[in-house]
């Protein structure tokens, strides 16, 4: 079972440079999340999703992007990279109802803008 | 603003001991709180979670125990063993029933975990 799969796992841009992180689940969730993670501070969550097509802010949505034209995926795209986005960022899913509400995660993509 | 503040930031505890973690809230609103726990390199995973309609839960070594009055909420995990050594987040949100839209989760800062053999 491959629940949720994220790509690259390592990744090194230049200051201005743009990439999309890949997100792609196959446990048939409607919610989608993404989070980035800087030490000592938690997660944070950057944008989610409720179904394809329907996308909306999180807590530190500025200098992203996303888009959800299917169930599986949900890239996330850094159009201008800062040193500021450097983080580990994490994709997940869930149901979105039932009694846990718990959320999958992938195992990580580790951004450096240098 | 942090929603839910967590602490310690990290603690050592030697094995067979208590570990505790501490995390406290002010929205009232909030009314789901799970705890998920983080290895190297991995992604955070659900460990245990609590509604506050109960004063505890425990699940094999672990507990939470949960003071609505001082709207606080704290992770003890029993006989703590090297395996246990990783981070914790606790969370809050509105818990999603059946037909609602799942709230959204904040996450306290964590705390790392270390258990000495």
């Known amino acids: 079972n491959a629940g949720v799969t994220q790509t690259p796992k390592f990744r090194i841009l230049k200051i201005g440079q743009s990439m999309t992180l890949q997100c792609t689940q196959d446990?048939?969730?409607?919610?989608m999340y993404w989070y980035r993670q800087d030490p000592g501070m938690g997660l944070k969550l950057i944008y989610y999703?409720?179904?394809?097509?329907?996308?909306d802010k999180g807590e530190v949505p500025n200098g992203y992007n996303v888009s959800r034209s299917t169930t599986e995926d949900f890239p996330l795209r850094l159009e201008l990279a800062a040193p500021s986005q450097t983080s580990v960022y994490f994709c997940?899913?869930?149901?979105?109802?039932?009694?846990?509400?718990?959320?999958?995660f992938g195992e990580g993509s580790r951004l450096t803008v240098l | 603003q942090q929603q839910v503040k967590q602490s310690p930031q990290s603690l050592i505890v030697q094995k067979g001991g208590i570990s505790i973690i501490n995390c406290a809230y002010e929205?009232?609103?909030?009314?789901?709180f799970p705890w998920y726990q983080q290895f190297p390199g991995k992604g955070p995973a659900l460990l245990i979670a609590?509604?506050?309609?109960?004063s505890e839960k425990k699940e094999g070594r672990f507990t939470i125990s949960f003071n609505k009055s001082a709207k606080q909420f704290s992770l003890h995990i029993m006989d703590s063993q090297p395996g246990d050594s990783a981070t914790y987040f606790c969370a809050a949100s509105i818990r999603p029933g059946r037909g609602s839209t799942l709230g959204r989760l904040y996450f306290g800062r964590g705390t790392q975990l270390t258990v000495w053999p």
């Open positions: 999703s409720v179904g394809a097509g329907i996308t």
């Open positions: 929205n009232t609103a909030f009314d789901y």
């Open positions: 609590i509604r506050p309609d109960v």
């Open positions: 997940a899913s869930s149901t979105g109802t039932g009694e846990t509400g718990e959320l999958f």
């Open positions: 446990m048939n969730h409607n919610y």
